[in-house]
């Protein structure tokens, strides 16, 4: 886990056509621009890794809110016709460790792609964060829970389909208006090549729909991770 952004690493990062350029109240010069990066290797076919915030005191009420989104980027070079592993967004409450309640988006995602010579580098990073962008409306996650009765002991999912093969998951009885925890999660492929399950992910700009400040920027969070 590091961080990526647009000063130091301008050779090679270029930010979201979602995410805004901020700017200083005072010269009106643009901020630096931070993503978290998730880097992954020798992992095991079937293995999932994940990284995890804590919002420890300050507990999150989503339901004020339509929609969750956040900016993706993902590349390896593996060379593999298909992208071997599922990245997925968790959120919930209880106790981090084994915690049994919380809602689960994940996804296939697109690998990033340039033709050099006949396409620039940063159109094509832009295609990338756009081809892998999330976003989901809440009430999508809340009615999972239609229909069901305790103790909760088994999983519902629902199958979004489509290209990215999204898929939702609820697991136990978490509740949108109290998030103390969010996690990344990358789940490799079970009949997965060891030597293909490497890549590298860049996290951005985390939000609400018509939330003016953002509670999750990637390097303005805290937290334990």
């Not at 979201?16 to 290797?41: I, Q």
């Not at 229909?147 to 898929?167: H, Q, S």
């Not at 697991?171 to 490799?188: K, Y």
Request: hydrophobic share 30%; proline share 4%.
């Amino acid at each position: 886990v590091s961080t990526i952004n647009n000063r130091e690493d301008s050779n090679k990062y270029h930010k979201s056509p979602n995410t805004r350029t901020e700017r200083d109240s005072d010269s009106n010069a643009p901020l630096k621009e931070t993503a978290l990066v998730l880097d992954y290797h020798d992992m095991s076919p079937g293995q999932e890794v994940g990284v995890t915030r804590i919002f420890e005191t300050d507990v999150k009420d989503l339901s004020s809110y339509r929609s969750l989104k956040m900016e993706i980027h993902y590349a390896d070079s593996s060379g593999s016709e298909k992208v071997p592993i599922r990245f997925a967004i968790q959120f919930g409450e209880g106790s981090l460790e084994g915690s049994n309640d919380y809602y689960e988006w994940s996804f296939r995602p697109v690998n990033y792609n340039c033709n050099k010579g006949k396409e620039r580098e940063q159109d094509c990073h832009e295609r990338n964060w756009l081809d892998n962008a999330f976003a989901m409306d809440l009430v999508d996650f809340t009615n999972l829970k239609r229909g069901r009765r305790p103790p909760y002991m088994n999983a519902v999912e629902k199958d979004l389909g489509g290209e990215r093969e999204e898929k939702l998951r609820l697991v136990g009885n978490p509740s949108i208006t109290s998030v103390d925890w969010m996690r990344f999660v990358i789940i490799a492929d079970s009949n997965a090549s060891a030597e293909d399950i490497k890549g590298t992910f860049w996290i951005d700009d985390l939000r609400l729909s018509d939330m003016d400040t953002e509670w999750g920027y990637a390097a303005r969070t805290s937290g334990q991770v």
